[in-house]
Each structure stands twice: as structure tokens, then as C-alpha cells.
């Protein structure tokens, strides 16, 4: 038996991800040339869910396979992890071939001798592993990391800022596929208008509009950031942080688009032209030591590096990589927010879900916030109102904190 070109693919992908520090969009991109669409999306769907799950699925490995994980080859382990996320969580899959294909991969590595091995925990991952990880507790942030597959941390913090049911769904709703939404840069789209203007969701991405600049993929919760700011035909607005560009070229008037890193400034610039907004000038620097020159601005946006709690289902790798940086966050703001006209405005986004970034970094700020939850009441925090919050269980978008505060 042959393996298939989608699992394969799949099978590329998780080795590269989990064994070699990867990023999974990149080691999607290459292993999927020359695939047809339905191929590419069946690659796709393995290897990011086998990504997303793989703490359950090394569980039940080590439960039903006896032996630990650690301790298996690299290309027996990753072919065991995307056989048994296609024998737990991929309908439509045949188990017997799961097992067979699981099997021809790790002979195709050249591991003729783990073979037999391979065969019979995929014969027992395939009998029980879906009952085995539906059995899974989930009373405590330790259980419910392993159960919905998540650092213990990111457990931890949601439990805390938000009590164990909210931040399961939470947990869930990360687990699921993102809706697929598109911002309308210039002319008409076949897409379903949303409650957030400018924002359509669509049945696919057209990647045709996408180059000719006619749309951008973003989020409801990214484009209500960038509404956020507020930016009229008059202003002068420092964007702090900017690459790719999907926010600072919604933005009316002057802008001033920062990007410390070379590719992605130039990446920068490209998108911006693509999508016509003249306004747009890309300065590669540092946000942290701005030229001297880039000052009096009436508005700034804070788009800072952050742990990304809130697109974790948009990144099924970032999990795993996941941090804090609370720091980098307040010395951004504060740097934006010195360059910026007195009384003028400074917004805060964050696409993350934790206190500890959000909150916490504004009022350490000591900047007076407006009362964005009265502009926007529908994505008003829940408990800090002047604020806004997109949570994905509540609001099917990316987790997004938002503040406007005032320098």
C-alpha cells in the first residue's frame, strides 16, 4: 500500500513542527506544492489538528502503546501522532486506514524494524483511543490542559481570570476552525456583511482580490482595533508595530508605519501599495528608539507582540510556543505614547486573552482610558467596561483586548 500525497504532506509538516522548531504555515507551504486542492486541504487538517491536539494524542499513545513517547524515533512518533488524531478526531477516516497508512510511513523512513511496533499500537490507538481521550477530566486547569490539549499555563491563566466554565468553552472554541473573514479595501464582494463595517465573511478567501489589493484577510476583532483608533482624513497616526500592514492601512490620513524588522518592513510597504493606501510610510526602526523626528502625532496604535491567547486557532504551533511579554507591552505604550500630541490618542490592541497583558499593562500605563465599550457595546469587556474584548466563544472572532487611552 501506498501513502497518500495528503498524508504525506501531513506527515512532512508534523515532523518538521514538532521535531525541528518549524512554523507550521511555512512547512505547509512547501510540503503541499504540487498538491491538488482537496489533497492540500486534507494535509492541511492533519497536520494542523495533529499540531493543535498532539498532548491528548501523545497521552493516549503512551496509554494505549506503552512506552513513552520521548522515547520513540522522530518519524515513528510523528506518524503514530497523525494516525491517531485521524482515529480520534477526523471523521469520514477509515480506521484500518489510518493504521495502514501510519504503517507505510514509518517503513518509507527506512524503520523497517519499529514496523510491527507501529502496526500494533495503531491496531489499539484505532480500538481505543477515542473513548480513552472522551474520558479525560477536566475539574481542574491541570486536567482540562491535557484534556483540550494546552500548555498548563494558559490553563492556569484562564481559570483564574475567568472560573472553570467560561474558560473551557474558551478552551474549545480555540480548538475550532476560525471563520473565514475578509476586510472590503475597494469595490464589491460576494460575502456576508458582519457587525463590524468593512468586515465580510466569506466561503473562501479570493486569492485573486487578495493581489489585486480588493481585499485583505483579517479579522472582526483585528479591524475593530484598527476602527478603534479613529483615524479622520486630517490626522497624523504612529503605528508602533505594523507589519503586515492589515490595520495601518484602514487608517485615514498621515500614517507612519513602524516595522523593526527588514523583511517585514519591505512586506510592509508591498501590501500597502498593494492596497492603495498612499498614506502609508513604512519606517524600518525599532519602536523602542524611534528617530528623534517621529513626534507630535495626534493619534498612535499599539499593536504589540503579545502570547496570542486569542488566535490560537488561527496558529495551531503557537500554543506550544506561547508567552507572556508584559514588559515589551508597557515600554511599547509608553514609547507610542511619547510621541504623541497631549491629549491625543493612544490605542492599545492586544490578540491575546490574559489579564496579565491586557489590563493590567493599561493601568500600569497610568494613561486615562476612553469609554470605548460605550462606542462598541456589543464587544464591551465584561468586567472592565471602558474596554473592549472579543472572546471567541462569545463572539466567533479572535480574541482581541482593545483600549483607547488618552496621552
Not at 504555515?25 to 503541499?32: E, T
Not at 483608533?229 to 498621515?254: F, I, N, S, Y
Not at 507572556?324 to 491629549?343: C, F, N, S, Y
Request: some cysteine; glycine content about 8%; proline content about 7%.
Amino acid at each position: 500500500m501506498s501513502v497518500s500525497p495528503a498524508r504525506r504532506a501531513a506527515y512532512q509538516v508534523v515532523l518538521r513542527v514538532l521535531e525541528q522548531g518549524a512554523y507550521a504555515h511555512r512547512a505547509l507551504a512547501g510540503a503541499v506544492q504540487g498538491l491538488d486542492g482537496r489533497d492540500r486541504a486534507l494535509a492541511q487538517r492533519i497536520a494542523y489538528g495533529t499540531v493543535q491536539r498532539v498532548r491528548p494524542l501523545d497521552y493516549g499513545i503512551e496509554t494505549l502503546g506503552r512506552r513513552p513517547v520521548r522515547k520513540l524515533d522522530p518519524p515513528v512518533r510523528t506518524a503514530l501522532r497523525i494516525g491517531a488524531y485521524q482515529v480520534a478526531y477526523l471523521s469520514g477516516v477509515a480506521p484500518h486506514a489510518a493504521v495502514d497508512e501510519t504503517v507505510e510511513l514509518v517503513r518509507e523512513a527506512g524503520l523497517e524494524r519499529a514496523v510491527a511496533f507501529t502496526n500494533a499500537v495503531m491496531r489499539r490507538l484505532a480500538g481505543g483511543l477515542s473513548s480513552l481521550l472522551a474520558s479525560l477530566p477536566d475539574r481542574t486547569p491541570a486536567q482540562a490542559a491535557l484534556a483540550h490539549s494546552y500548555p498548563d499555563w494558559v490553563a492556569e491563566v484562564w481559570f483564574r481570570d475567568w472560573g472553570r466554565e467560561e474558560a473551557l468553552a474558551l478552551m474549545r472554541a480555540q480548538n475550532e476552525p476560525a471563520e473565514t473573514v475578509v476586510r472590503l479595501v475597494r469595490g464589491t464582494i460576494d460575502g456576508e456583511p458582519t457587525d463590524v463595517p468593512g468586515a465580510y465573511r466569506v466561503a473562501r478567501v479570493d486569492e485573486q482580490a487578495v493581489a489585486e489589493g480588493r481585499i485583505w484577510p483579517q479579522s472582526r476583532a483585528s479591524i475593530l482595533a484598527g476602527l478603534a483608533v479613529g483615524a479622520g482624513p486630517g490626522d497624523r497616526t504612529l503605528d508602533v508595530c505594523a507589519a503586515p500592514g492589515g490595520k495601518a492601512t484602514m487608517l485615514a490620513g498621515e500614517v507612519v508605519a513602524v516595522e523593526k524588522h527588514p523583511g517585514r518592513a519591505r512586506e510592509l510597504a508591498d501590501n500597502a501599495r498593494r492596497l492603495g493606501a498612499t498614506g502609508v510610510r513604512v519606517v524600518n526602526s525599532d519602536a523602542l528608539a524611534l528617530p528623534p523626528d517621529l513626534t507630535g502625532f495626534d493619534r498612535a496604535l499599539v499593536d504589540a507582540p503579545c502570547s496570542g491567547l486569542g488566535v490560537l486557532n488561527q496558529r495551531p504551533d503557537l500554543r506550544w510556543r506561547a508567552e507572556p511579554l508584559p514588559h515589551l507591552q508597557l515600554a511599547l505604550l509608553r514609547a507610542a505614547a511619547e510621541r504623541v500630541k497631549p491629549g491625543g490618542a493612544v490605542v492599545y490592541a492586544v490578540c491575546t486573552i490574559n489579564a496579565d497583558e491586557n489590563e493590567a499593562v493599561v493601568d500600569a500605563s497610568g494613561l486615562a482610558a476612553d469609554d470605548l465599550g460605550a462606542e462598541w457595546p456589543a464587544f464591551r469587556h465584561p468586567k472592565r467596561p471602558r474596554f473592549l474584548l472579543t472572546l471567541p466563544h462569545v463572539h466567533g472572532t479572535a480574541g482581541f483586548f482593545i483600549a483607547r487611552l488618552r496621552a
